[in-house]
C-alpha cells in the first residue's frame, strides 16, 4: 500500500553543522512533498513544500531535493541553531482526488532532531 | 487569519460518554481534515471534507462520527470510546486541489488532546 519511509528516526548534530533527514514513496502519483516540524505538545507547522515539477527549492537555511525516479526527497538544514530542534515529518501526498478536490497525506515515521550547543 | 481553532484543548471522558470536538478556521478553505496522532507517531488521516461532503473515510471506527455544517466548521463527534481512542486529535484545513493537480499545504489546528477513561 502506500507507504514514505523516514530515516533517521533520531539525529544529533553539533550547532552551525548541517544536518539531513531523507525520505522515500511508493506512490508514483504522488505530486506533492511537504515537511512538517513540530515542536513538544504542539502543532505540526509547514517548513518547506515541493511539488513534483521542480527538483531543489529553498527557503533561508533550509532546502529540500526531489529525485522523482529513485522516488525520494531530502531535507537540508544548514547552519543549525537550538531551536531547530524538534520532530520532522516528510509525507508524500497519494492519488489526488481531482474530482473532489480532496488530497491525502502519508506521513514518515518523524525524525527527532537534537541540536548540541 | 492563517489560524485553525479547535476547542477543547483537553477533554477527558468514560467509555460510555458522549462529546463532541470542534475545529473552525476563516481562511476560506474548501477542504478539512481530521487526523490522530498518537505519541512519538505521525498523524494519521481519519476523515476528508471536500466542499462540506465526506471525501474521504479511512476506515475509521464507527464510533467517531464527523461533521461538516458549513465551510468553515468541522465537527468529530464521539461515543462510546475505548481507551486505545486516547490520543490528540488534529483539525487542519487546505485549499483545495487546483486545476494543475497539486495540493496546496495543510494547515494545523492546535488539537485536541483526548483521554478515555
Known amino acids: 500500500g502506500e507507504n514514505v519511509e523516514q530515516h533517521p528516526s533520531t539525529l544529533s548534530v553539533q550547532e552551525g553543522d548541517s544536518a539531513v533527514i531523507k525520505c522515500t514513496y511508493s506512490?508514483?502519483?504522488?505530486?506533492?512533498f511537504p515537511w512538517y516540524k513540530q515542536e513538544l505538545g504542539k502543532r505540526p507547522q509547514l517548513i518547506i513544500d515541493?511539488?513534483?515539477?521542480?527538483g531543489e527549492k529553498k527557503d533561508q537555511r533550509i532546502a529540500v531535493t526531489l529525485n522523482k525516479t529513485a522516488k525520494h526527497f531530502s531535507l537540508h538544514i544548514t547552519e543549525t541553531q537550538p531551536e531547530d530542534s524538534a520532530v520532522y515529518f516528510c509525507?508524500?501526498?497519494?492519488?489526488?482526488?481531482?474530482?473532489?478536490?480532496?488530497?491525502?497525506?502519508?506521513f514518515g515515521q518523524g525524525t527527532r532532531l537534537t541540536i548540541n550547543p | 487569519d492563517t489560524e485553525v481553532t479547535q476547542t477543547p484543548k483537553h477533554l477527558v471522558m468514560g467509555m460510555t460518554n458522549k462529546k463532541s470536538l470542534k475545529c473552525e478556521q476563516h481562511?476560506?478553505?474548501?477542504?478539512m481534515y481530521w487526523y490522530k496522532q498518537k505519541a512519538k507517531k505521525p498523524p494519521e488521516l481519519m476523515f476528508v471534507?471536500?466542499?462540506?461532503?465526506?471525501?474521504i473515510n479511512e476506515s475509521v471506527p464507527s464510533r467517531f462520527s464527523p461533521e461538516c455544517p458549513n465551510s468553515s466548521l468541522l465537527n468529530l463527534h464521539l461515543h462510546a470510546l475505548q481507551p486505545e481512542d486516547s490520543a490528540l486529535y488534529l483539525c487542519?484545513?487546505?485549499?483545495?486541489?487546483?486545476?494543475?493537480?497539486?495540493?496546496?499545504?495543510?494547515?494545523f489546528g492546535p488539537g485536541t488532546r483526548l483521554t478515555v477513561t
Open positions: 487542519a484545513s487546505s485549499q483545495v486541489i487546483g486545476r494543475q493537480g497539486f495540493p496546496y499545504e495543510q494547515y
Open positions: 506512490d508514483s502519483a504522488s505530486n506533492y
Open positions: 515541493i511539488r513534483s515539477n521542480v
Open positions: 509525507a508524500a501526498s497519494i492519488r489526488p482526488f481531482l474530482i473532489q478536490g480532496a488530497q491525502k497525506l502519508v
Open positions: 481562511m476560506g478553505h474548501r477542504a
Open positions: 471534507y471536500s466542499y462540506e461532503k465526506l471525501s
